[in-house]
């Protein structure tokens, strides 16, 4: 199992190499190139200021480098092992290093920084939606299976399709429109994430002098309940037909039948025998839905304005800001990739029977 | 050698039975076991009304007469106006159509045929078919106001999808009425004829964009599965990398550094969208490799391509029909979710550009236009889901032991 993970890991280098590689020549290759957006103002300037602060930014992000030095300079970066940087831009002594994810052209600030706010925000979004995904669609999994054939079932199976198919952009604009809208009905807000008076609330919700206090916590929740809607629908479908599947299958096993032969009532059946032994399906998939989840959140945070990591890599990406786009396509790529080997290696302990060595 | 083998390779999908009766391939009995769901027929029922919608939008939505009699003398603006693509597309689509319908003609020659029509009609389309460069809308409106045409025949919808309506500038924003019946844009455009027009974008991009995705993870699936060993094993690593890939954002990367280009965002997507196609391919021919007609068509030294195209496709290819049809879906939510956050095409009409117009930078919301945009992308989906759902129910041995 350890050799199995080790190479895994290590197979994990030349993915995430290929990956950046191909957003970073698209990027560089692409009209206007890499940092493109910073010669703008330049136009407006007097000659010798234009010329002093594009030598600045050419000496600060070595923007006059060939892009494949470019590249290879960023690889050098965030290497642990490597070429020590120097102050003055050149390299220094081949070593050990601590690995350095660059500044952001566009905002001036450390990378690192900039996705360490922006990271929980969206594994905050995706912590909230999963389990209300799982609850939902494993009580009506259960519920098709033991209705299987009847109105339930048929109800949910094409529900849940539809649900699928509804485009997460049509549902956040209609979610916005109805009930975020002074036009229609303003019980919501339209975007971010807390209110502008939030850092002054207290945290839980209490009575004061003005009469009622919404407090900071409460006055998240306001602020993510169209978020989180509109993160969940879609997943029902998948994982609804999967415990139904599941169930279904271990209903007729044969251990279900010696358990009613026994006399255990069919409820029992199906709660502390069939059930227990329809979450192994539901348990491997967990981490093999997060990529796409992230996908999602990225829709959503632009919708609803949110300052999550989705958030962040399309303005990088308008900006073409290139630490940040390349930290972006790393950072997501490490998480898909990480998703992918857990989902793997959750399926081995899970089932005896699958074995990687 | 041709003669035997054909008798001895013949494959399990081919042709009829000795006595004559039409034998139904594999591929034929799956379509003739979804068809008869009605869950796919919904499918396939509004698959075929967006299908008449791109096919003939011109006809569909024009602000130009179709005929027109002036001064005592009849002309046909609508055709004058028509572009070489929506020339082409009414070629292409009749073409098909006729090619379906011709007996004794094997699927890939069909196919074939078709392509052949088109990759011909293009250069001429656009060497014979030229449209007059502008185009002002309002001239037979105010023709018709002035009393000057006799008689003439329109459009249902007269409005054309980049029509805006300069002429009357009261008709911006409007709700949904008897002359607009979905309203209008902010510009005065007419909603119902730029979704009847954004259909073709919609179909356009789901079509070439999995059929891109099919011919590259057919080919490679295939040859991983029919070699196996060596070829297997370093196609797996190159599925695993392309799996990783963050299609999405590489889409989106791609499109906002390079200039606007429908074709660029079909290409992207299907080459990053191969990997499920590959995969499905590689299973059902490690499969099939060790079957006996396999055996006996290598024995005759039928050549690769034959082996791999000829005689173990068919058999195998009822999970990328499946993977397909929910392949065609995802397309379509690509572009449309491209197009809202502003990277779509321009100019030309989208579902999902026309929702992200919904709601305006004043706050205000115009329902009509977030609804129907959405709901003819959202049936669209549904409709390539449900057809989806069917094939693999139809393809899937529990359900078909089950039903009977």
């Known amino acids: 199992m350890f050799s199995y993970i080790l190479r895994r890991l290590l197979l994990m280098l030349p993915t995430l190499l290929g990956v950046t590689a191909v957003v970073f020549f698209v990027m560089a290759l692409s009209p206007g190139g890499v940092g493109g957006s910073l010669l703008n103002e330049l136009g407006t300037m007097e000659a010798n200021q234009a010329k002093a602060l594009r030598d600045y930014y050419n000496k600060r992000y070595h923007l006059d480098d060939p892009i494949v030095f470019q590249y290879a300079r960023w690889l050098n970066q965030i290497s642990p092992l490597g070429f020590e940087p120097l102050d003055d831009g050149t390299l220094g002594a081949f070593g050990f290093k601590p690995p350095h994810l660059g500044y952001s052209f566009s905002k001036g600030r450390p990378v690192t920084a900039l996705y360490s706010e922006a990271l929980p925000i969206t594994l905050m979004l995706n912590l909230l939606a999963v389990p209300i995904i799982y609850t939902v669609a494993i009580c009506s999994g259960i519920l098709a299976a033991r209705y299987h054939g009847k109105l339930f079932d048929v109800v949910t199976g094409i529900g849940f399709l539809a649900l699928w198919s509804v485009p997460t952009i049509w549902a956040g604009v209609l979610l916005i429109g109805f009930l975020a809208n002074k036009q229609y009905f303003h019980g919501f807000p339209a975007g971010g994430l807390s209110s502008t008076m939030a850092d002054q609330m207290s945290f839980l919700p209490q009575w004061a002098d003005q009469g009622f206090q919404r407090g900071w916590l409460l006055d998240r929740a306001w602020h993510l309940c169209l978020p989180i809607a509109c993160m969940i629908y879609a997943g029902f479908a998948f994982l609804s037909k999967l415990t139904r599947g599941a169930v279904l299958e271990n209903l007729s096993a044969d251990f279900a039948r010696t358990a009613r032969a026994k006399g255990v009532s069919d409820r029992d059946v199906l709660l502390r025998h069939v059930f227990r032994n329809s979450l192994l399906p539901l348990i491997t998939v967990a981490a093999g839905i997060l990529p796409g989840l992230l996908v999602g959140s990225v829709i959503v945070e632009s919708i609803f304005s949110i300052p999550g990591m989705g958030k962040l890599t399309i303005d990088a990406i308008y900006a073409r800001d290139r630490e940040l786009v390349l930290a972006g396509t790393l950072i997501g790529g490490l998480l898909s990739l990480f998703c992918i080997l857990l989902a793997d290696l959750a399926y081995a302990v899970a089932d005896p029977r699958v074995s990687y060595d | ?404």
């Open chain 2, 1 to 404: 050698m041709t003669s035997a083998s054909s008798t001895i390779a013949d494959p399990p999908h081919a042709g009829r039975t000795s006595d004559g009766r039409k034998h139904r391939s594999y591929v034929g009995q799956v379509i003739a076991r979804t068809v008869v769901r009605p869950g796919a027929r919904l499918g396939l029922l509004w698959i075929g009304v967006i299908v008449f919608c791109a096919v003939f939008a011109p006809f569909l939505a024009s602000s130009l007469p179709l005929a027109v009699k002036i001064d005592g003398q009849w002309s046909s603006p609508l055709l004058r106006h028509l572009t070489p693509a929506d020339v082409i597309v009414l070629v292409a689509a009749p073409g098909a159509i006729i090619l379906t319908l011709v007996p004794r003609l094997a699927l890939g020659n069909r196919l074939l045929l078709w392509l052949a029509v088109i990759v011909v009609s293009i250069p001429l389309c656009f060497w014979l078919v030229r449209p007059p460069r502008l185009v002002v809308y309002d001239d037979y409106r105010q023709l018709a106001a002035a009393g000057r045409i006799e008689s003439a025949y329109y459009a249902p919808i007269r409005f054309s999808p980049t029509d805006r309506l300069r002429d009357q500038p009261g008709m911006k924003n409007q709700p949904p009425s008897a002359v607009h019946l979905l309203g209008t844009e902010a510009d005065g455009a007419d909603v119902l004829s730029r979704m009847i027009h954004a259909a073709r974008i919609a179909l356009a991009v789901g079509f070439i964009a999995t059929g891109i995705a099919i011919v590259i993870g057919v080919t490679i699936g295939g040859l991983m599965g029919y070699f196996s060993g060596i070829v297997d094993l370093v196609g797996m690593r190159i599925v695993e990398i392309f799996a990783a890939i963050p299609t999405f954002f590489l889409l989106l990367s791609f499109v906002a550094f390079f200039p606007r280009n429908l074709y660029i965002m079909m290409v992207i997507i299907g080459v990053t969208g191969w990997v499920g196609y590959a995969r499905f391919t590689r299973a059902e021919f490690l499969k099939l490799r060790q079957q006996d007609f396999v055996q006996a068509a290598v024995a005759c030294g039928l050549p690769l391509r034959s082996i791999l195209f000829r005689q173990m496709l068919p058999n195998g290819v009822a999970p990328v029909l499946v993977e397909a049809s929910f392949g065609v879906a995802a397309a379509i939510l690509y572009e449309a979710t491209l197009s809202f956050l502003g990277l779509g095409l321009v100019d030309e009409p989208s579902w999902g550009q026309m929702l992200s117009a919904a709601t305006t930078a004043s706050g205000g919301f115009n329902w009509w236009i977030a609804l129907y945009p959405g709901l003819a992308i959202f049936l669209t989906v549904f409709a390539y889901n449900l057809v989806g759902e069917a094939l693999r129910d139809a393809i899937d041995p529990h359900t078909n032991r089950n039903n009977g």
